[in-house]
């Protein structure tokens, strides 16, 4: 006799226990009107959504953590990183209902709310944490100095939210640094850094990119100057195009403070990928290069896209937490970036006719089983 328990639709995902979730600071879903209970469901939605986030960021973590990896497995990377992608177009989709909610009818109900604010979603600091954004990067958000002070409870104690970031603070590797580390490891024309001969190919590779590269802007460079009228204009394009050249090379041979050989052979796998992406053994590396810029872009259109709703409902107030509100929020849609040499990269391309050929292509192609 089987002992399975059967379960229906409502206990299964805990339907009543959800609906009672709704109460807001008096606990007590019968004293608020219709606007608070939608911005209290919005933003629980949203943490349920961060919650999935995380999930699929700490898969496509993990499998980079534990070295080399197999050119097949990457497409459950590139699936878990998809999937993040598609959950914050939705995560953008929310921000219309918020817009329902007018300016007065937000302000009946908006003092109740401080000094809590958004900034104190934990989950949130968690995806930005575990995709790699440096603690030097972020921008205080006003009257706390550290953000994890924010997370705080009233009485300075660690709470639940603190906890959890704290947590994934200590949880190891980001993705940054993991696909850093596998971009690394990548054979450039079939020859990999502990290979012999490894930097003389690199050299080889990077001189003969930047060889095509300007060639490139050469001609890009001709064909704007056959359209220019004055010597001015003339001397202005060439003048442009040749710091376009020198970007380029600087880019490629990075300093020490810029991470120097280390840093060197990262942008130029980049390039790699990218530029040989019609290999076999390229296609899956390929798609989790695009996949991380896709995922990168939606995350700055989600930040862009709150500072619009923000301004549109309550202005360019102080934030209920204390911040610059709308110019905070804007402030991080512009700064906060994680893959910076992935779309450096962009200005790098070339078609693919110009690319130079390689050595060994081969090393890329199908391999029999045998």
Not at 248 to 255: E, I, M, V
Request: glycine share 8%; aromatic share 8%.
């Amino acid at each position: 006799m089987s002992t399975e328990k059967r379960v229906n639709y409502w206990e299964y995902i805990r339907v009543e226990e959800l609906l009672e979730l709704q109460g807001g600071v008096e606990n007590d879903e019968s004293t608020l009107g219709n606007d608070e209970v939608m911005f209290i469901v919005v933003h629980q939605v949203y943490e349920l959504w961060f919650k999935l986030m995380l999930r699929e960021l700490g898969s496509a973590r993990d499998l980079f953590q534990d070295g080399p990896v197999e050119e097949q497995a990457m497409s459950g990377a590139v699936h878990c990183l998809r999937r993040v992608g598609t959950v914050l177009e939705r995560c953008v989709d929310h921000f219309t209902i918020m817009e329902t909610l007018s300016t007065r009818d937000y302000l009946s109900f908006r003092d109740k709310l401080m000094p809590a604010s958004g900034f104190q979603s934990g989950q949130l600091r968690e995806v930005e944490l575990i995709l790699g954004l440096p603690d030097e990067d972020r921008i205080p958000l006003g009257v706390e100095g550290d953000y994890m002070q924010a997370l705080r409870s009233h009485d300075g104690e660690k709470s639940p939210a603190f906890e959890r970031v704290e947590r994934m603070r200590d949880s190891g590797s980001t993705i940054r640094e993991v696909i850093d580390e596998w971009l690394f490891r990548t054979p450039i024309d079939g020859v990999g850094p502990d290979d012999e001969g490894s930097e003389a190919q690199l050299q080889r590779f990077i001189e003969s990119y930047l060889g095509a590269v300007d060639k490139e802007i050469d001609l890009s460079c001709g064909v704007a100057l056959s359209r220019s009228h004055t010597a001015d204009d003339k001397a202005t394009l060439i003048a442009r195009y040749e710091r376009e050249k020198a970007g380029q090379a600087a880019f490629l041979n990075p300093s020490e403070e810029e991470g120097g050989a280390r840093r060197r052979r990262i942008r130029a796998a980049i390039l790699f990928i990218t530029t040989y992406r019609e290999l076999p053994l390229l296609s899956w590396p390929r798609e989790l290069v695009d996949q991380l810029v896709e995922l990168e872009q939606k995350f700055l259109i989600f930040r862009q896209r709150h500072a619009r709703m923000v301004e549109r409902v309550i202005g360019r107030r102080t934030g209920t937490g204390g911040s610059a509100g709308v110019d905070y929020l804007d402030a991080t849609a512009l700064k906060y970036r994680i893959f910076k040499d992935i779309w450096a990269c962009r200005t790098c391309q070339i078609r693919a006719n110009a690319a130079p050929p390689l050595e060994n292509a081969a090393f890329y192609g199908f391999r029999s089983a045998d």
